[in-house]
């Protein structure tokens, strides 16, 4: 008869076993994440530490049906080091695409970005939606719809009920007026 503490000795004892597997091919997983993230440390911290959580998670509830621990530690890494590329990714081109002046902004994807250059980033975009709150509606949507939810010029005039090129000029002339009011 399995009482609470056999069912927690072998919770415990599928833990001991996932920590060993884990130790035995983080350095492996930190050399991949490295390369995968452009050698940004603090990118690899980040994805390994969300790795282990979700894979102990993960092998908790399922380990019989982990055939390669390694390629499955892998598999998960991988993943979400491809998520945190997207998301810097995504971040960077924000202030390319509206301001259109990268000497302004500057960010590089090959370089640990610095606590003061995170909250610097983290200032600059909570300036800009400040701004598109001070627009008008009309181009706060298509700013919002263009470079924000990446739609197309035709997929904003429909919700606008308007046309793609109406919406074009309300992107260049708010734009101009984001511009104007960085200056």
């Known amino acids: 008869m399995l009482n609470k503490y056999s069912v927690y000795n072998s919770k415990n004892t599928e833990s001991n076993q996932f920590w ?3 130790f035995e091919h983080q350095p ?13 440390h603090a990118l690899v911290d980040d994805a390994l530490s969300q790795a282990v959580e979700k894979t102990h998670n993960y092998y908790l509830k399922q380990h019989s049906e982990i055939r390669s621990p390694f390629s499955w530690f892998c598999k998960v890494t991988h993943n ?3 998520d945190i590329h997207r998301e810097h990714k995504k971040q960077n081109n924000l202030y390319t695409q509206i301001t259109e002046d990268p000497n302004q902004y500057y960010f590089s ?5 610095e606590l003061e250059e995170q909250i610097e980033r983290e200032s600059q975009l909570e300036c800009l939606y400040k701004a598109l709150d001070g627009m008008k509606t009309e181009f706060k949507l298509a700013i919002k719809y ?4 990446e739609m197309e010029y035709s997929e904003i005039a429909n919700i606008l009920e308007t046309t793609p090129e109406n919406i074009r000029k309300r992107v260049q002339l708010a734009r101009k007026e984001l511009r104007l009011m960085a200056a």
Not at 109 to 113: I, V
Not at 146 to 149: K, S, Y
């Open 28 to 40: 492996r997983l930190r050399s991949c994440c490295l390369r995968w993230l452009n050698g940004n």
């Open 80 to 82: 979400i080091c491809i």
């Open 20 to 22: 060993a597997l884990w």
């Open 146 to 149: 263009r470079f924000i939810d």
């Open 109 to 113: 994807e090959y370089e640990s970005e």
